[in-house]
């Protein structure tokens, strides 16, 4: 495929501006069923809510996300269609209609910066037989809304989108970083990401090459990655942008393995991927195995699918569901998994830290209940509580701690009983933990707002609840350490220099 020079996406651009071609515009035009239907991959919905327009809003989005053949003057009205024809991301029909080859839409990075991503089109739209095609560029999809919600916010100087697509995180990535490098295997997802980045006017170095080879020496302070994560039998037609050559979840590990040699210390990871349950083995002992000396993680699995399930998905996800072959396909599949003792595949998210400290912290949840999105603030107070985690006892209690400002709490009883059965407090974002306290706790808690030393506050409390301070110490020290690692609990002011 031929690129735009600069001067044709400069009017391109133009166009788009122009012609409103922006998010909210898009979204009011085609209607609140409009979006759901599409998110469904069902473009009636927004069709309906178009209804008779003409105008240029209204064919660029019938043009490049429903995938509809316009009128060579209605796209003419829209924009300058030679460079995009002659590059080949519209292409002309017998009948002198113009079809867009690409889908082109516009994306918010979330400062509300407008730019534009340019990935190929869904092959399944409106129950569509399609089949992508083997070198298939990946519009946004829930995994790279995922990836981007569970990242740090915190602004760096060099960043890696590793396996960039359509370059979704990338557009995110420059908005937080000095400088971005974007890397795919897949020569079109360069060349449709060099479009969105140019469009978007995002200055990012784009590499080809696999997995961290065109950045071999190289270190970042943030990588982020939803690798080819795909489990599948080897041999056929093979998606670049799901799937591997190395055998089960062989790929992400490589990736999480290799990251600390890429990362700057304190750097990290956020990738979203799936790994393999094995037959006879703990996956929790198997996924914490994954992560290299000198670096902290948290790993949160969102989902666990039975093998069935999960080659149904992937199956349909290509096009096979409903052809001769499903079945033959579904079974091989099936045995590939059997043969390499999957019992179930997990999906889920990695953030992971190069802290360099010897005594490494890698917490592995199991989490499929809803979370307050976006969760990356969370993940790095996990990450940042691992440290104080691992302190003395002595400093735990000297320290002064503040209660995380979310945290709220909440009460049952019975109908009529004044005072409630069960306490709990309950987080507010993130993974939207709970935990139920009793009085003393509740107490200890509520009382942490950095003014005494923790210490202190187990004493009074002790004193209000007649209890002796050393055993009420004793009882729930352990509870506080396991909420200072959850997050709970964040240090304002060590009060005797020994931290
Ligand atoms: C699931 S897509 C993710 C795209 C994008 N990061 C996003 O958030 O939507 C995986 C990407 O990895 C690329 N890829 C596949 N194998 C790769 C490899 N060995 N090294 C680097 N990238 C690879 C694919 O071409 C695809 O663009």
Redesign the pocket.
Known sequence: MALLTEDALARLREALWAADYLIDPVMAAIGPAGQAGLARNHTAAAERALGRRDDALATLIRLFILQQEQPLAAVRRALDPDPPLAAGLLGSTAAGRIRAKVDLRPYGADDGTAGWLVSDHTATLDTARGRPRPDH??G??P??IS?VQIGDRARVGRAL??????G??SLHLARRADQVVA????RR?IELAQLSFGLSQVEVDLRQG??FQPVADQTFDRIV????FVISPPGGRRL???E?SAPGDELTRQVVRQSAAHLSPGGELSLVGNWAHLAGGDWRERLADWVPPGCDAVIVQRERLDPDHYAEIWLADAGWAGTPSYRGRLDRWLAYLDGLGVEAIGLGWIRLRRSERSDRSVTVLDWPQPVIQPVGDDLTAHLDAAAWAAWSDQAVWAAHWVLAPDAVQETAARPGEEHPARVWLRRQSGLGRLVEVDTALGGVLGACDGDLALGDIVAAVAALTDQAPAGLAARLGPVLRQLIAEAWLRPVRPSDGSI
């Not at 990655?225 to 080819?228: A, D």
């Open positions: 560029v990946l946004v999809s995994a790279s990836l989108d590793l396996g960039a697509g359509c979704v995180q890397t795919d295997l897949n997802a696999s997995l990655t939803n690798p080819p670049i942008y799901r591997n």
